[in-house]
Each structure stands twice: as structure tokens, then as C-alpha cells.
């Protein structure tokens, strides 16, 4: 376990792991606590190290990507290429040394026409586009994905074009602000990295911070992580946060259907589990719960949990 966690904690971070790894390691350190803290002391050095050093870019350095970029728009107006060349023209003022400026640069049109991008007539100076303003588009920080032709080339040379642009929004608040509740609770649902979900989920329900999960919206994503979230981790910790709410019919039902359909024999118990405890805390299980275990425990496969369940259903 742990060679396969110092093979994978590094790769992970660089996203170099294929998906069926990336479950496998995260299935890993969840399971472990150990191996989870150790991740925690690698992701704040890697932060650390990445952070150390920015790159500034001169105003020189600056100027000579404009004009270059100048030259290279009014080079496009006349190319009959194919469609890949256009879209390596594109990407090639990446590649040279003013890289660092012409990302800069380069985001100007993500500002302007987020979603698509019409190519009509090229002038031969980029600041004669109504609206282009290079230098103020220089300090954004768009990214440009998915670029694809819309139609095929005209007669005349020119092209319809659609790409992303995707620019990083960073929000600063508490975590009882109900913007951060409400990201938090979209991580839960939406994210595909389950370290990111299982932290969300304990932000939101460690400590004095409990009280926040009593927000429908962040019950409703608790429930649904339980219900249908792939990693394990993610769901017993939703399962665990959700122990900590008020006792009602959709916490029921979410509790009754990890029993009935979870595949990790340790989720069962911990839903088992979770109604003993509210037997213990002189909280009344409905009929409903009786029927439903009655009926599920014909077809458990455990042991211990059909040993669990019996006895649960004689207290």
C-alpha cells in the first residue's frame, strides 16, 4: 500500500495518472489516515514550491509580442491553409520565447467574444477590430479550449470559428458567506476530484462550521453524494455528515438506500450503524425501516452485516 502511494501521491498532483488510477490512489488515502495527512504535507510543499517564483514580464518583452502579434493576425487574413494550420498558427505563439506575453495577449479575444468567434475580413492592424483593445485584455487571464471550425472555408478565405474561453473567478469569504456555502456544495456534486469533495464536505461539518449543513442546499448535495458518488471515501463521509443533521424521511431514505444498494460492505455497516445509534439516542425507526430491512436482509451477502441487521431489527 504505501510503495503504491509514493508511486502515485506525485503523479497524482501533476495529473499524470490515468482516471482508473486517480480512483485507485484516492481510494487509497481515504482509507488510510496516515497515508492522507502525508498527502496533505506533499500537496502544501508542491503548493510551496510552485509558488516560489513568478515570472515577470518586461514592457519590452511586452511590445515586441504585440507587433508580433500584429503580423501574425494580418498573416492569417491571407492563408488558404487547411484547417489544421490555421489552428497551429493559433497555437504556435505559444511555443517561442515571448510565450509568457502572447498568453497574455492572446486572451484578448476570449474577453471580447466568449463562446464563439466569427472570422470575417481581417484588417491588417488587430486595433482596428471595433471593440479589440489588446492593452487592457493584457491582464486577463482567459483560457482558450476547444477551438473547432463551425463551417467550411469560403471562397474568399474566410472562416467560422468557435472556441471556450475560461477565465479562473477567486472568491474571498467566510465559510458561513452563502457564495462559499454554495460553491462548496456545487464541489460536492460536480467535482471530479474526490480529495477536493471530501474536503468540502468536512469544511462544511467539522467543528463549529456543523450548523452549515442544515442549509437545504448543501443536505440535498450530501445526499446526493451519498447516493451516487464512485468513491467510497466521498460517500462515507457525506454518510457521516449527514448523521449529524436532524433525523427525517430524506436522511431515511438516503440511510435505507445505501443499505439496500451501496456495493462496499463497509458503507452498509456504517448505514447499520448509523440507526443503532439513533435506536441509542431514543429516536423511533418507522415501519418503513423495519420492511425495508426485513427485506434486504435475504439478500446480504455479509455476515456480519445480516448479523448486524437481526439484531437491529430485535432491539
Known amino acids: 500500500m504505501k510503495h503504491k502511494f509514493d508511486e502515485f501521491a506525485y503523479l497524482y498532483l501533476n495529473d499524470e495518472l490515468t482516471q482508473e488510477e486517480k480512483i485507485e490512489f484516492?481510494?487509497?488515502?481515504?482509507?488510510?489516515?496516515?497515508?492522507?495527512?502525508?498527502?496533505?504535507?506533499?500537496?502544501?510543499?508542491?503548493?510551496?514550491v510552485n509558488s516560489s517564483k513568478r515570472v515577470e514580464v518586461s514592457d519590452k518583452l511586452l511590445s515586441d509580442?504585440?507587433?508580433?502579434?500584429?503580423?501574425?493576425?494580418?498573416?492569417?487574413?491571407?492563408?488558404?491553409?487547411?484547417?489544421?494550420s490555421f489552428i497551429n498558427s493559433i497555437l504556435g505563439l505559444f511555443t517561442n520565447r515571448y510565450a509568457p506575453a502572447y498568453s497574455a495577449a492572446f486572451s484578448l479575444f476570449a474577453g471580447l467574444l466568449i463562446g464563439y468567434l466569427v472570422f470575417s475580413t481581417y484588417p491588417n492592424d488587430v486595433n482596428n477590430l471595433p471593440g479589440f483593445e489588446l492593452d487592457d485584455a493584457l491582464s486577463q487571464n482567459y483560457k482558450i479550449n476547444n477551438i473547432q471550425f463551425l463551417e467550411e472555408e469560403t471562397a474568399d478565405n474566410n472562416l467560422t470559428v468557435q472556441f471556450e474561453a475560461v477565465k479562473p473567478v477567486v472568491v474571498n469569504g467566510s465559510i458561513s458567506d452563502p457564495l462559499i456555502k454554495r460553491l462548496l456544495a456545487a464541489a460536492i456534486i460536480n467535482s471530479d476530484n474526490a480529495g477536493l469533495k471530501m474536503r468540502s464536505i468536512n469544511k462544511l461539518s467539522e467543528g463549529e462550521n456543523s450548523s452549515l449543513i442544515n442549509d437545504p442546499k448543501i443536505k440535498e448535495a450530501?445526499?446526493?453524494?451519498?447516493?451516487?458518488?464512485?468513491?467510497?471515501?466521498?460517500?462515507?463521509?457525506?454518510?457521516s455528515s449527514l448523521s449529524k443533521l436532524k433525523y427525517d424521511n430524506q436522511i431515511r431514505d438516503a440511510v435505507l438506500f445505501v443499505i439496500s444498494n451501496d456495493t462496499n460492505s463497509g458503507l452498509r455497516i456504517s448505514a447499520i450503524n448509523f440507526l443503532s445509534q439513533l435506536k441509542l439516542e431514543g429516536i423511533s425507526l418507522d415501519q418503513e425501516v423495519y420492511d425495508n430491512l426485513s427485506n434486504h436482509i435475504q439478500n446480504e451477502e455479509s455476515d456480519y452485516i445480516r448479523l448486524r441487521t437481526t439484531a437491529l431489527l430485535g432491539e
Not at 488510510?32 to 502525508?38: G, I, K, P, Q, T
Open 26 to 48: 484516492e481510494n487509497l488515502i481515504a482509507e488510510d489516515e496516515n497515508l492522507n495527512n502525508e498527502f496533505e504535507l506533499i500537496k502544501k510543499f508542491n503548493s510551496a
Open 222 to 239: 450530501l445526499i446526493t453524494a451519498v447516493k451516487t458518488d464512485p468513491n467510497p471515501g466521498v460517500r462515507k463521509e457525506a454518510l
Open 65 to 84: 509580442a504585440r507587433r508580433d502579434l500584429r503580423i501574425k493576425i494580418g498573416e492569417l487574413q491571407n492563408e488558404s491553409d487547411t484547417k489544421t
